[in-house]
């Protein structure tokens, strides 16, 4: 039954701003929104069950704007190309959407705190929610973007061909014009973020290729003073082998000499004592003959004086 509206001035609802009232339905609604999301949460289930052990980098998925521009300053983007390939399209797509969820939960959860009156700061809430914004009009101010790019790379054609053509038609500016409209032309594919990853992957690829190199050029390097200190040592043996090979000689030499002085030595003496018994000879050769010169004398004096004696006894 209708009440009239004289009955309802007559008896007007008290409760409708009763506190307790309005705490117990935020509660309510906050309790039935995150039992739904988790119930939806807990449905998302992959059929691949590799994809559970995978890891979302970086925050791939999150609506922070502040994680998007920090995967921006990333020196390469392997680890996407790693997560891509690592994961199907299916199970990439219930990734995307239980992250959603969770963010969703987030927000509630923060939403319940302002108006339960938990916390009457709502800094956090509004950054959380300026942060998201920017992410969700990103892509239509890549657009713009894109499209002023396109633009400008449309009349910077047309400036070319105008100050190419206008002077000279050799084959050599058609090259370099063709060359320089398939440039601009692949540059239209990409959007700013795209090309801005290209030139970072291929950065990157420069920049291992320059550690590569610098790697390799320390190992030549650590060769090069591995072969240099053997080369020293060579050398340093080499020269104490000549040093001692050279003592040896001076060793030798002076032995020889100091033989060679005793061997002169011995020689002398024995020749002095050669000379000394030559001279001892001679001079008993000359006693000798002397002796015999005076044996003869003897003899014949003895001779005589028998024959005195025996002309006496006759």
Same mark, same amino acid.
């Not at 392997?78 to 690592?86: A, E, M």
């Not at 003592?247 to 000379?275: F, P």
């Not at 014949?300 to 006496?312: F, M, T, Y």
């Given at each position: 039954? /209708?009440?009239?509206?004289?009955?309802?001035?007559?008896? =007007? #609802?008290?409760?409708? $701003?009763? =506190?307790?009232?309005?705490?117990?339905? %935020?509660?309510?609604?906050?309790?039935?929104?995150?039992?739904?999301?988790?119930?939806? $949460?807990?449905?998302?289930?992959?059929?691949?069950?590799?994809?559970?052990?995978?890891?979302?980098?970086?925050?791939?998925?999150?609506?922070?704007?502040?994680?998007?521009?920090?995967?921006?300053?990333?020196?390469?983007?392997?680890?996407?190309?790693?997560?891509?390939?690592?994961?199907?399209?299916?199970?990439?797509?219930?990734?995307?959407?239980? %992250?959603?969820?969770?963010? !969703?939960?987030?927000?509630?959860?923060?939403?319940?705190?302002?108006?339960?009156?938990?916390?009457?700061?709502?800094?956090?809430?509004?950054?959380?929610?300026?942060?998201?914004?920017?992410? %969700? +009009?990103? =892509?239509?101010?890549?657009?713009?973007?894109?499209?002023?790019?396109?633009?400008?790379?449309?009349?910077?054609?047309?400036?070319?061909?105008?100050?190419?053509?206008?002077?000279? +038609?050799?084959?050599?500016?058609?090259?370099?014009?063709?060359? /320089?409209?398939?440039?601009?032309?692949?540059?239209?594919?990409?959007? =700013?973020?795209?090309?801005?990853?290209?030139?970072?992957?291929?950065?990157? !690829?420069?920049?291992?290729?320059?550690?590569?190199?610098?790697? @390799?050029?320390?190992? /030549?390097?650590?060769?090069?003073?591995? &072969?240099?200190?053997?080369?020293?040592?060579?050398? &340093?043996?080499?020269?104490?082998?000549?040093?001692?090979?050279?003592?040896?000689?001076?060793?030798?030499?002076?032995?020889?000499?100091? !033989?060679?002085?005793?061997?002169?030595?011995?020689? +002398?003496?024995?020749?002095?004592?050669?000379? %000394?018994?030559?001279?001892?000879?001679?001079?008993?050769?000359?006693?000798?003959?002397?002796?015999?010169? @005076?044996?003869?004398?003897? #003899?014949?004096?003895?001779?005589?004086?028998?024959?005195?004696?025996?002309?006496?006894?006759?």
């Amino acid at each position: 039954m /209708l009440k009239s509206p004289a009955s309802r001035d007559k008896f =007007p #609802n008290k409760t409708e $701003h009763s =506190p307790v009232i309005k705490q117990l339905a %935020i509660d309510k609604m906050f309790a039935n929104m995150q039992r739904r999301l988790s119930l939806l $949460h807990h449905t998302l289930i992959c059929d691949e069950e590799e994809a559970y052990k995978v890891e979302t980098p970086y925050k791939l998925f999150s609506w922070s704007n502040e994680d998007f521009e920090a995967r921006l300053k990333l020196d390469n983007l392997v680890w996407l190309k790693v997560f891509i390939r690592t994961m199907s399209k299916s199970c990439m797509g219930l990734r995307k959407l239980e %992250i959603d969820i969770e963010e !969703l939960l987030e927000f509630a959860k923060l939403l319940h705190e302002i108006f339960a009156g938990q916390n009457l700061r709502t800094e956090s809430i509004a950054k959380k929610l300026k942060s998201a914004l920017t992410l %969700i +009009d990103l =892509p239509e101010i890549m657009g713009t973007q894109l499209k002023n790019n396109a633009k400008k790379n449309e009349e910077l054609c047309v400036r070319v061909h105008e100050k190419m053509f206008t002077k000279t +038609d050799d084959k050599n500016a058609s090259k370099k014009i063709n060359v /320089l409209e398939h440039i601009f032309s692949e540059s239209i594919a990409y959007d =700013p973020i795209e090309t801005r990853y290209q030139i970072r992957y291929q950065n990157s !690829l420069v920049e291992q290729f320059e550690d590569r190199t610098l790697i @390799e050029q320390n190992k /030549l390097q650590k060769e090069i003073d591995r &072969y240099n200190e053997l080369m020293r040592v060579e050398k &340093y043996c080499s020269q104490c082998t000549i040093n001692a090979l050279y003592a040896e000689t001076n060793k030798y030499r002076t032995r020889i000499d100091e !033989l060679g002085a005793q061997y002169t030595k011995e020689y +002398d003496d024995i020749t002095n004592k050669l000379a %000394i018994k030559r001279a001892n000879c001679e001079k008993l050769r000359v006693q000798r003959s002397f002796l015999e010169e @005076e044996i003869v004398r003897f #003899n014949e004096e003895i001779a005589n004086v028998l024959r005195q004696k025996k002309k006496k006894s006759k």
